[in-house]
């Protein structure tokens, strides 16, 4: 096999992103997955006539992250619809978002300004602060304060107020003020979260890129502190006992995508300095991963609580499992997730790391009676067509952004002490949310390794 000047380990939204640009900027580069489907924990999987994501629901760019991107190699990621209403689960019934929050108008608008006027660069100073404190010092008024961590609860589905990481909140909230003019803008990307990934894989391959899927990438090769190349164990296995039918691939660095829970199966801990693996122990502990046990239901009527087929409804503590979570229409954005005449609901009951068996039994048992008190008409034996339960835990949704745990405390872009060893993923260093942040960690990471910003990124903040 041909060497390569890049090999990127995983075909989600970092590694099909930073494929591309490695690709356009005339590298020979080759991206693989150990899946058979693009997009990693943001890909879509068709079922029956439905589409449903594994992650993937809302898409949180301001043009300038993945649109920004896709635009660079050739492709256009237009914006679909974007979430109406914010609906609320409280004391016993739905209530618009606005019945609950009410802000002093004069004093939101001045927090706004000194947060706009702040440089994307004073961001790592307020990586060890919860979200509150930095509030604090610029206002006094509960309504603003309230909104701000409410948003952040929804984005990062951290549960205490004082456990919000004020950097990494602060960042989307001036990205959405700055660009869209509002405090949380989501959007369904046109074409179905498939259609991007895919059109990340076309750019890729368009520049000269190639991509292996259904390919586990076994070990990278580190020799004398100096990327040689990975291995691969390629096809199935035959017998069940098979092991080590690796073979090598040469590359001069590998830039993994991997996240923080799966990088030391493939990179030795001996090959990376002992705190460097630290940083990556520490977050990659169970306690620190965003779970939760949800439903995709199809159905002949639209489950939502009426207030808007695009709202993203949200609870704080369910009646039954006293969890928090989110639910949301996806046929609301994009009808084409179901055949006609029939609608797809999905939705997430969040907690704090992973837990036993019969602990998801419980609580899986328990958000069947909770969407039954919120949906009485609509979650029904009559309308509902399937119920397909989800435990998201392994993968997770991510790590959660609380302070101490975001920005400079993560894993740098570049391995130190080895020579072309690179990590793009938004469970390492990055900003932003999701499939977008883990987009803008790829063309970060690009950057780092051709030593150079790309000119045509220079005004859009990524670090
Ligand atoms: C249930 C759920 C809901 C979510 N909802 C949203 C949302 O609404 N909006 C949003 O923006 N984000 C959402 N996210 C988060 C988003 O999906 C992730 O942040 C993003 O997809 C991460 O991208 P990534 O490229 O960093 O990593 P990943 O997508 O995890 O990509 C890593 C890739 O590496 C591959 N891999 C791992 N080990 C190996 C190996 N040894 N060899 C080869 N390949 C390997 C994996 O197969 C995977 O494809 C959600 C996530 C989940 C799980």
Redesign the pocket.
């Known amino acids: 096999m041909a060497k390569y000047d890049v090999v990127v ?9 930073a494929g591309a640009l490695l690709a356009k900027q005339g590298k020979k580069v080759m991206v ?4 058979k ?7 879509a999987v068709p079922f029956e006539g439905y589409r449903m ?9 301001d043009g300038f992250g993945i649109t920004k991107i896709i635009d660079y190699i050739g492709g256009k990621l237009e914006h679909g619809l974007t979430s109406q209403g914010m609906p609320i689960w409280h004391e016993g019934g739905w209530k618009a978002i606005q019945q609950l929050y009410s802000t002093d108008k004069n004093e939101l608008k001045k927090v706004i300004k000194i947060l706009c006027e702040t440089d994307w660069s004073e961001f790592d100073k307020f990586d060890h602060l919860p979200l509150r404190a930095w509030l604090e010092k610029h206002t006094k008024s509960e309504g603003v304060i309230a909104l701000f961590e409410y948003v952040a609860m929804a984005e990062c589905l951290t549960e205490n107020w004082w456990d919000h990481s004020a950097s990494d909140n602060l960042y989307v909230r001036k990205m959405h003020y700055m660009h869209k003019r509002i405090a949380g803008y ?1 959007c369904w990307p046109v074409g179905g979260w498939h259609g991007m990934f895919q059109q990340l894989a076309d750019g890729l391959k368009r520049h000269g890129g190639e991509v292996m899927m259904e ?4 070990r990278v090769i580190i020799e004398n502190r100096r990327v040689k190349g990975v291995m ?1 164990e390629r096809g199935e296995r035959v017998m069940a006992t098979e092991a080590f039918n690796w073979e090598t691939i040469e590359c001069d660095a590998v830039i993994s ?3 923080v829970w ?2 030391l ?2 990179v030795r801990q001996k090959d990376l300095p002992d705190w460097y693996v630290t940083q990556i122990q520490t977050l990659a502990q169970d306690a620190y991963k ?1 779970c ?1 046990v ?1 439903m995709y239901v199809a159905c002949h009527e639209p489950i939502f609580t009426g207030i808007h087929p695009t709202e993203l409804a949200l609870w704080f503590d369910a009646p039954h499992s006293r969890l928090p979570g989110w639910a949301f229409l996806a046929t609301g954005y994009d009808p084409s997730v179901a055949p006609p005449g029939t609608h797809l609901y999905n939705c ?1 009951f969040a907690f704090q790391g992973t837990r036993s068996q019969e602990w998801y039994e419980q609580k899986f048992a328990d958000i069947e009676k909770d969407l039954e008190a919120f949906y009485p008409k609509l979650f029904t034996k009559k309308n509902v067509i399937w119920k397909r339960r ?1 435990l ?1 835990a392994n ?4 790590v959660f952004q609380k302070p101490g745990l975001v920005g400079v405390f993560r894993p740098d872009y570049t391995a130190p002490g080895v020579d072309g060893l690179y990590f ?4 390492f260093r ?1 900003r932003g ?7 803008r ?2 063309l970060t990471c690009v950057e780092k390794y051709l030593g150079t910003r790309i000119p045509e990124f220079k005004d859009s903040w990524h670090d």
């Open positions: 380990l995983g075909a989600g939204a970092a590694g099909l992103a693989i997955d150990r899946d489907h693009l997009g990693g924990r943001g890909m994501n594994l992650g993937g629901h809302l898409l949180e760019d989501s390919t586990t990438v076994q691969i995508t991997l996240p799966n990088v199966n493939v965003v939760w949800g997430g989800h998201v993968p997770a949704f991510g793009a993923s938004e469970t990055s949310i999701g499939v977008d942040r883990a987009a960690a790829g």
